[in-house]
């Protein structure tokens, strides 16, 4: 059996070779002395040997490599600390998530993973990973199972009073209850995990992550204000790790997209432009950034034509993202309604067909966002079906009689009552 100076040489000759040539060593390493009892050195070796072996099988993407290994290094977890084991399983399964298109696999993965946890009787470990799974369960819409697998991990963590682990499972929850629309308890699940991670050392990244939540459920009421400080908040967040990760920088620029639509919701298109050109824009320069420039200027010029044109050409930015589109689509709608308007605008009587062809729309969706305008108090006027026109009517001009005669009355009323105060003061002077 090899001592640890030989398998620490073994394992530089490894990580200055190719990857191919690497994958042997490692594996010799990891192999080497398997099911014996071995020192303190030579586990910390085969440790760091496995992380290296996981990663290139991640660069390679060789995804079913990595769950092999997973399984083959099970006998070694008997030999260190449980803390180290729970390290290296989330580590590979981390490794995994980077091989795009493994997403069933990371699923298998951490359900064979919590069956053998259960077997070994190893909670620690078996908790984080039903956590990772519920976030799994997230990305794939199996909102059901998610739940399901939060409220029982929830209840579990509560007891053993594990903070960090928590914060985890309830922002968790917050996302899942937020894409099933309901956002009490989204906003619920959020309050308690910002409570939690007040109370202990919340890492920049986790942090960065509730920030976004946050910045996510105050755009769902309208109050962009407050949400462009959180969006800022998670950006800072993620812009101050340093480590080189997909995952941070999609975060990154994900929260200053958000950033860039609170300023386009509140009609503050100047600013958009300044922070695409500043700083932070520039150090995420991309589609990314040139798709929310042209859906500012879009809404800069009101033109729905222009708008329609920039989700076409950005789709995979713009559309694609859930948060963005579901607000996008209410900006297309107020621009309609503003293009709308800016049409009827000199008429008294107009043909729905003539209306539609200005704008270039449908004439059916022309008559549906009329009608709705009408009924939601925007547009006074009628829609005549049977001629294919819209009458519109004159804004009514509030009559004053009313409100002149009841300022009348109340004048009169404090005189009566004064004149009422003076003649009980001079009658009690006369007694």
């Known amino acids: 059996m090899a001592d640890s100076t030989t398998l620490a040489a073994m394992l530089q000759k490894a990580n200055d070779a190719s990857p191919e040539e690497a994958k042997k060593i490692y594996q010799k390493i990891i192999a080497e002395g398997q099911g014996q009892a071995q020192g303190e050195q030579v586990n910390r070796v085969k440790e760091q040997a496995i992380y290296k072996l996981g990663e290139v099988y991640a660069k390679l993407g060789e995804a079913d490599s990595l769950r092999s290994l997973l399984t083959q290094i099970r006998p070694f977890f008997d030999a260190i600390a449980k803390a180290k084991t729970a390290k290296i399983v989330r580590t590979l399964i981390d490794l995994v998530a980077r091989i795009p298109n493994t997403i069933n696999l990371q699923i298998e993965l951490c359900q ?53 682990l928590l914060v985890e499972i309830q922002l968790t929850e917050s996302k899942v209850q937020h894409k099933l629309r309901n956002l009490s308890k989204s906003r619920a699940s959020l309050t308690a995990a910002r409570t939690a991670a007040n109370a202990i050392y919340c890492p920049p990244l986790l942090q960065a992550e509730i920030d976004t939540m946050s910045g996510t459920l105050h755009a769902e009421e309208k109050d962009y204000k407050t ?31 958000y950033m860039l639509l609170c300023k386009i919701m509140l009609n503050s298109v100047s600013d958009v432009n ?140 404090k005189v009566v009552d004064s004149l009422f105060e003076k003649w009980a003061k001079v009658g009690a002077d006369f007694v």
């Open 112 to 164: 064979e993973s919590i069956e053998w946890a259960k077997g070994e009787q190893r909670t620690f470990l078996r908790q984080r990973i039903e956590a990772r799974l519920a976030s799994l369960y997230l990305e794939t819409d199996g909102y059901t199972q998610a739940l399901r697998l939060l409220t029982t991990l929830l209840r579990e963590v509560k007891r053993f009073d594990d903070k960090p």
């Open 274 to 413: 300044q922070i695409i050109s500043g700083k932070m824009g520039l150090k995420y320069a991309g589609t990314e950034m040139e798709a929310m420039r042209a859906v500012a200027n879009a809404h800069k010029q009101r033109s729905l034509q222009a708008f329609s044109e920039a989700k076409a050409t950005y789709a995979n930015e713009l559309t694609k993202d859930p948060i963005i589109d579901t607000h996008l689509s209410e900006l297309e709608d107020t621009l309609l309604e503003q293009n709308l308007c800016r049409i009827i605008e000199p008429f008294s009587c107009v043909e729905i067909a003539h209306v539609a062809k200005i704008i270039d729309l449908p004439i059916h969706s022309v008559e549906k966002k009329l009608s709705q305008m009408i009924l939601d108090k925007k547009l006074l006027g009628v829609l005549d079906q049977g001629a294919g026109t819209l009458l519109i009517f004159d804004e009514p001009t509030a009559d004053r009689t009313y409100p002149a005669a009841l300022e009348t009355v109340q004048g009169m009323n």
């Open 227 to 257: 949400a462009y400080s959180y969006f800022y908040e998670a950006f800072e967040g993620y812009n101050s790790i340093t480590a080189e990760s997909a995952f941070v920088a999609r975060g990154a620029i994900s929260a200053l997209k």
